[in-house]
C-alpha cells in the first residue's frame, strides 16, 4: 500500500531533520509524490509501487516528471518496495543524480541523491512593495489632483470678464505654479520607482545561478527484464527498468 510507504518516508525524514511540505504549489509537470524541506533544502520523492509497475500511464508520469524535476528542488528521490527494487538499475538512477530508497520494514537509502543547486528569482522584499505601493498610490493622488486644477483653470479663463479680473490672474497664475510643483513631484517620484526596479533587477540577476544542462545521454535500450509489463519495451527508460537491481546488495 502506498500509505504505507509514505507513513514510513514520514518517519524516516523526520529522522534526517525534515518537515514535510505542501506538494500542491508545485507545477503539475514536476509535482512529487512527497516533499520534504530542511532548512533551505527542498527534497521530493517519487513512489514507485506495485501499482505503478501495472499502469503504463502512472509510470510515464513519473518518469516524465523525475527528468524534469531538476531545476525545482536540491535531491530527488524515487522511493520503492524491496520487491521493485530488483527492476531497478542503481547505475542508471547515480548517473542522473536521481537517489534511491527501499522501503521494507524500514527505510534504506541505496543510492545517494546527488544535489542540486535550484535556480531562485530573489523575493521583493514585503518592505520595497509597500513603498513601491505608497509612491503609486502618491502619483495616482497627484494627476486626480492635477485633473481637477486644469478643470478649475479651464473654467476661470472661459469665465465671464468681471472687475476682479486682476485678481482671478493672480489666482490662475498660483494654480499654475501649483501644477508645475506637483508635475515636478510626480516626475521625482516616477524616477525614485524606476530606480527601485533597476536596483532589484540587478540584485536578482548578481543572485541569479545559472544551472548548466547535462549533456544528453544516450541510453541503450536492452532486453525488457522478466515480469515487466510490454509497454517498456520501446520505453528509453529502459535501462534504469532492466539490470534487476545488479547494484543493491540482496538481503
Keep these: 500500500m502506498i ?16 518537515i514535510e511540505h505542501p506538494i500542491d504549489q508545485f507545477p503539475q509537470e514536476v509535482r512529487p509524490d512527497m516533499a520534504f524541506k530542511r532548512n533551505s533544502d527542498l527534497l521530493f520523492v517519487y513512489i514507485i509501487d506495485l501499482h505503478s509497475l501495472s499502469s503504463k500511464s502512472v509510470i510515464l508520469r513519473k518518469i516524465m516528471r523525475m527528468a524534469a524535476v531538476k531545476k525545482h528542488c536540491n535531491l530527488t528521490y524515487v522511493a520503492v518496495p524491496k520487491i521493485v527494487a530488483t527492476t531497478l538499475d542503481s547505475a542508471a538512477l547515480e548517473e542522473h543524480g536521481i537517489g534511491m530508497l527501499i522501503v521494507n520494514d524500514d527505510v534504506r537509502e541505496v543510492v545517494p541523491a546527488k ?25 495616482s493622488r497627484l494627476e486626480r489632483a492635477i485633473a481637477n486644477m486644469e478643470i478649475a483653470i479651464s473654467r476661470i479663463e472661459y ?16 494654480i499654475e505654479r501649483e501644477l508645475s510643483k506637483i508635475r515636478d513631484e510626480i516626475l521625482l517620484l516616477s524616477r525614485r520607482i524606476s530606480n527601485i526596479e533597476e536596483r ?45 537491481g545488479k547494484s543493491i546488495e540482496e538481503s
Design 3 to 18: 500509505e504505507d510507504i509514505e507513513d514510513k518516508l514520514r518517519t524516516y525524514f523526520a529522522s534526517e531533520g525534515y
Design 115 to 139: 544535489y542540486m543547486e535550484v535556480e531562485s528569482k530573489p523575493a521583493i522584499s514585503e518592505e520595497v512593495k509597500r513603498k513601491i505601493s505608497e509612491l503609486e498610490e502618491k502619483i
Design 159 to 174: 469665465a465671464q470678464p468681471q472687475p476682479t479680473t486682476a485678481i482671478n490672474d493672480e489666482k490662475l497664475s498660483e
Design 200 to 244: 532589484i533587477s540587478r540584485e536578482e540577476e548578481a543572485k541569479k545561478i545559472v544551472i548548466t544542462k547535462p549533456p544528453e545521454i544516450t541510453i541503450e535500450v536492452k532486453k525488457a527484464a522478466e515480469g515487466l509489463p510490454s509497454f517498456f519495451k520501446d520505453n528509453p527508460w529502459l535501462s534504469i527498468l532492466s539490470s534487476r
